[in-house]
């Protein structure tokens, strides 16, 4: 091999080692979550149907350090609870003639993104970019006939910014986040008796903001605890329509403009 050759390949074979030795330590937390979701359809900008559940569930995640500045991080939960359902009899007399308490409901999300951190008024700025995907399991299908099981996917992008500083001279520290979410993908999936209807759903978007406290615990060189209220939003558009022959008359079926609204309380240990 020749001299420059070798040369240049040291130099590439030192360039990961040296980001390792810069790089800090990875970050750990796991914690749980209790929060309200409000679930709203309309239709011609008309309540069409709600369901109010009390969720509860675990959460955790991990950061890996490609440099002092540089990161990745990996998260996901997931939550269940127990619905109460408002709605319309088929052909009924409207909005609030159905009423069907305890349906069972659950929910995952997992999400990745790549952040920066730069310093703001000595404060750090953490900026990041991620992918999410959130699947949602309603199980209208144990309110009786005419009721079925329904899932709901999104595939969304993320953009969120977060700071922290010290309140006063206390070992408290505060970190607002805000993210934005827009959807990039969105399907539907209606378990009929008949069959399954999966509608495409393409206009949407949501957003979080949160504000955690945390503090340091005696449990290790670098652990804490943290605790965070938060809100969660959803606004999705009319899904696109599927139309189905039954005895001889056409039906449109779609899934309405419908929004999420969840806020809570997440109590979590970071390591």
Do not use: C
């Amino acid at each position: 091999m020749s001299k420059p050759l070798f040369t240049l390949v040291a130099v590439l074979a030192l360039v990961p080692a040296s980001f390792a030795f810069a790089a800090p330590q990875p970050d750990f937390t796991l914690g749980t979550e209790l929060y309200h979701e409000k679930y709203e359809e309309e239709v011609g900008g008309a309540k069409f149907m709600q369901e109010e559940a009390w969720m509860a569930g675990l959460n955790g995640s991990a950061r890996f350090f490609l440099a002092d500045n540089h990161a990745v991080k990996f998260k996901g939960r997931y939550a269940q609870g127990e619905s109460d359902y408002t709605g319309d009899y088929n052909g009924g007399p409207g909005y609030g003639s159905l009423r069907i308490n305890g349906l069972d409901r659950y929910v995952y999300e997992l999400h990745g993104a790549y952040e920066y951190t730069s310093p703001w008024e000595d404060h750090p700025v953490i900026s990041s970019l991620g992918l999410g995907y959130r699947n949602l399991t309603d199980r209208l299908d144990q309110g009786g006939p005419g009721g079925y099981k329904r899932e709901s996917e999104y595939w969304y992008a993320t953009l969120a910014f977060e700071s922290s500083f010290f309140l006063g001279t206390s070992y408290w520290q505060a970190t607002p986040r805000v993210a934005y979410n827009y959807l990039l993908q969105g399907k539907q999936h209606s378990y009929l008796s008949s069959g399954e209807l999966q509608n495409d759903q393409n206009k949407g978007h949501g957003f979080e903001l949160a504000m955690s406290f945390s503090r340091p615990i005696n449990l290790g060189a670098r652990s804490t605890l943290s605790v965070t209220p938060f809100f969660r939003y959803w606004d999705i558009k009319k899904s696109e329509s599927i139309y189905t022959l039954n005895g001889g008359l056409i039906y449109e079926n779609y899934e309405p403009n419908n929004t999420t609204k969840e806020f809570g309380l997440n109590l979590s240990l970071g390591f």
